[in-house]
């Protein structure tokens, strides 16, 4: 579980429909590490945002969709594949 995040990263909430882009970084405190990790977005891991609508994104990994909120998505820090 990374704090810090690389240059080339952005937060997730950037990322435009249909990218697919890996975590590099998470950021917040240990109770959303904790959570993001649990539903299994965590560092290393490739997603595809799937629906991009206001501040909110739904991303896939695998067969998987996960419903995100602005904030969330804006602590998940990614680059591109």
């Known amino acids: 579980m ?3 995040s690389s ?4 937060p997730l909430s950037m ?3 249909n990218a ?3 975590i590099v970084a998470l950021l917040g405190g240990p109770g959303t590490v904790r959570r993001l990790t649990e539903m299994g977005l ?3 891991c490739e997603i595809i945002v799937r629906q991009s609508q ?6 896939s990994r695998g067969e998987t969709r996960f419903a995100l909120g602005a904030g969330m998505a804006h ?3 990614v ?3």
């Not at 240059?7 to 952005?10: A, D, R, T, V």
């Not at 206001?54 to 991303?59: A, F, S």
């Open 7 to 10: 240059p080339q990263s952005l």
């Open 75 to 77: 602590k998940i820090m």
């Open 42 to 44: 965590n560092v290393g």
């Open 79 to 81: 680059c591109p594949v």
């Open 15 to 17: 990322a435009g429909e």
């Open 2 to 4: 990374s704090s810090t």
């Open 54 to 59: 206001g501040g909110g994104l739904v991303v």
């Open 20 to 22: 697919r882009v890996r």
